[in-house]
Nanobody, 119 residues
Framework: QVQLVESGGGLVQPGVSLRLSCAAS????????MRWYRHAPGKERDLVAT????????NYADSVKGRFTISTDNLKNTVYLQMNSLRPEDTAVYYC????????????WGQGTQVTVSS
Protein backbone atom coordinates (compact mmCIF):
# COMPACT_ATOMS: atom_id res chain seq x y z
CA GLN A 1 0.00 0.00 0.00
CA VAL A 2 1.37 3.36 -1.05
CA GLN A 3 1.49 6.03 1.60
CA LEU A 4 2.91 9.54 1.79
CA VAL A 5 3.15 11.21 5.20
CA GLU A 6 4.23 14.83 5.47
CA SER A 7 5.65 16.47 8.56
CA GLY A 8 7.61 19.52 9.60
CA GLY A 9 5.09 22.29 9.18
CA GLY A 10 4.42 24.93 11.78
CA LEU A 11 4.05 28.59 12.66
CA VAL A 12 7.19 30.63 12.03
CA GLN A 13 8.22 34.23 11.68
CA PRO A 14 9.23 35.74 8.35
CA GLY A 15 12.82 35.11 7.38
CA VAL A 16 13.30 31.83 9.18
CA SER A 17 13.67 28.34 7.73
CA LEU A 18 11.65 25.14 7.86
CA ARG A 19 12.26 21.70 6.44
CA LEU A 20 9.29 19.61 5.38
CA SER A 21 9.58 15.85 5.13
CA CYS A 22 7.52 13.37 3.16
CA ALA A 23 8.01 9.76 4.20
CA ALA A 24 7.03 7.39 1.41
CA SER A 25 6.17 3.73 1.67
CA UNK A 26 4.95 1.11 -0.76
CA UNK A 27 7.12 2.23 -3.68
CA UNK A 28 10.61 3.45 -4.50
CA UNK A 29 11.47 6.81 -5.95
CA UNK A 30 13.29 5.58 -9.04
CA UNK A 31 10.22 5.41 -11.25
CA UNK A 32 8.48 8.51 -9.94
CA UNK A 33 8.53 12.26 -10.05
CA MET A 34 8.19 13.63 -6.54
CA ARG A 35 6.57 17.00 -6.10
CA TRP A 36 5.62 19.49 -3.43
CA TYR A 37 2.44 21.48 -3.98
CA ARG A 38 0.89 24.13 -1.80
CA HIS A 39 -2.63 25.39 -1.40
CA ALA A 40 -3.37 28.71 0.23
CA PRO A 41 -6.89 29.77 1.25
CA GLY A 42 -8.76 31.35 -1.62
CA LYS A 43 -6.09 30.40 -4.15
CA GLU A 44 -5.50 27.56 -6.54
CA ARG A 45 -3.13 24.75 -5.69
CA ASP A 46 0.37 25.60 -6.92
CA LEU A 47 3.25 23.37 -7.89
CA VAL A 48 6.24 24.38 -5.80
CA ALA A 49 9.04 21.97 -6.65
CA THR A 50 9.71 18.76 -8.56
CA UNK A 51 12.48 16.17 -8.43
CA UNK A 52 12.82 13.27 -10.83
CA UNK A 53 13.46 9.98 -9.11
CA UNK A 54 15.18 8.75 -12.25
CA UNK A 55 17.56 11.61 -12.99
CA UNK A 56 17.52 13.73 -9.86
CA UNK A 57 16.77 16.83 -11.91
CA UNK A 58 14.80 19.53 -10.13
CA ASN A 59 12.44 22.34 -11.05
CA TYR A 60 10.99 25.16 -8.99
CA ALA A 61 8.24 27.70 -9.19
CA ASP A 62 9.61 31.18 -9.83
CA SER A 63 8.25 32.34 -6.49
CA VAL A 64 10.51 29.97 -4.54
CA LYS A 65 13.63 29.77 -6.71
CA GLY A 66 16.73 30.43 -4.69
CA ARG A 67 14.88 29.96 -1.39
CA PHE A 68 13.51 26.39 -1.50
CA THR A 69 15.36 23.16 -2.21
CA ILE A 70 13.81 19.77 -2.93
CA SER A 71 15.83 16.64 -2.26
CA THR A 72 15.47 12.94 -1.59
CA ASP A 73 17.08 10.45 0.75
CA ASN A 74 16.65 7.15 -1.03
CA LEU A 75 17.79 5.13 1.97
CA LYS A 76 15.05 6.67 4.09
CA ASN A 77 12.59 6.85 1.17
CA THR A 78 11.93 10.44 2.15
CA VAL A 79 11.53 13.64 0.18
CA TYR A 80 12.44 16.96 1.73
CA LEU A 81 11.58 20.56 1.04
CA GLN A 82 14.06 22.93 2.65
CA MET A 83 12.43 26.34 2.84
CA ASN A 84 14.62 29.33 3.64
CA SER A 85 13.82 33.02 3.96
CA LEU A 86 10.17 32.28 4.46
CA ARG A 87 7.63 34.97 3.61
CA PRO A 88 4.02 35.47 4.67
CA GLU A 89 2.96 34.59 1.11
CA ASP A 90 4.45 31.12 1.62
CA THR A 91 1.64 30.39 4.08
CA ALA A 92 -0.28 27.37 2.82
CA VAL A 93 -0.94 23.70 3.29
CA TYR A 94 1.94 21.83 1.66
CA TYR A 95 1.27 18.50 -0.01
CA CYS A 96 3.64 15.80 -1.15
CA UNK A 97 2.83 14.13 -4.47
CA UNK A 98 4.23 11.12 -6.29
CA UNK A 99 3.44 10.38 -9.92
CA UNK A 100 4.91 7.56 -11.96
CA UNK A 101 7.13 8.80 -14.76
CA UNK A 102 5.54 6.49 -17.34
CA UNK A 103 2.22 5.32 -15.94
CA UNK A 104 0.81 8.77 -15.14
CA UNK A 105 -2.31 7.29 -13.60
CA UNK A 106 -0.23 6.01 -10.71
CA UNK A 107 -0.41 9.14 -8.60
CA UNK A 108 -0.47 9.54 -4.84
CA TRP A 109 -0.94 12.38 -2.36
CA GLY A 110 -0.08 12.96 1.24
CA GLN A 111 -2.46 14.48 3.77
CA GLY A 112 -0.70 17.85 3.86
CA THR A 113 1.11 19.88 6.48
CA GLN A 114 0.31 23.48 7.41
CA VAL A 115 2.96 26.15 7.11
CA THR A 116 2.11 29.56 8.52
CA VAL A 117 4.51 32.47 8.20
CA SER A 118 3.50 35.40 10.36
CA SER A 119 5.02 37.95 12.68
Amino acid sequence: QVQLVESGGGLVQPGVSLRLSCAASGFTFGGYAMRWYRHAPGKERDLVATISGASGSTNYADSVKGRFTISTDNLKNTVYLQMNSLRPEDTAVYYCNARHLVFRGNEYWGQGTQVTVSS
